[in-house]
């Protein structure tokens, strides 16, 4: 059981809200609930109210292997690239430092 439920200032109010959720999903359906559930997020952040942040799951890639295209860049230039950029950043830092030290 979570801190925030084990401290339940009002377990009755509590309670109270959960079936009416109950009675809304059972009633006008799990969309309405949905809707409702919605506003009522949408009103408590205007309100300031800190709300979790939605869940999130790993990517998990839905595509075969065997379904993937090729792959469209060119390695080697990218390699080449990459290596030109860190030694720019290197030449980049080493320039300033003697600017520093004199």
């Known amino acids: 059981m979570s801190e925030i439920l084990k ?3 009002d377990p009755i109010e509590t309670q109270d809200w959960l079936q009416s959720l109950d009675s809304l999903i059972r009633e006008e359906g799990v ?3 949905q809707y409702i559930i919605e506003q009522v997020i949408g009103q408590a952040r205007t309100n300031g109210v800190s709300l979790p942040t939605g869940v999130t799951t790993d990517y998990v890639n ?3 292997v065997s379904e993937q295209p090729a792959y469209p860049g060119n390695h080697e230039i990218e390699r080449r690239i990459r290596s030109a ?6 030449a980049m830092v080493l320039r300033s ?4 030290s004199t």
């Open 7 to 9: 401290n339940d200032v």
């Open 31 to 33: 969309e309405r609930a």
């Open 62 to 64: 839905t595509i075969p």
């Open 85 to 90: 950029v860190r030694w720019n950043a290197i």
């Open 97 to 100: 430092q003697k600017k520093i």
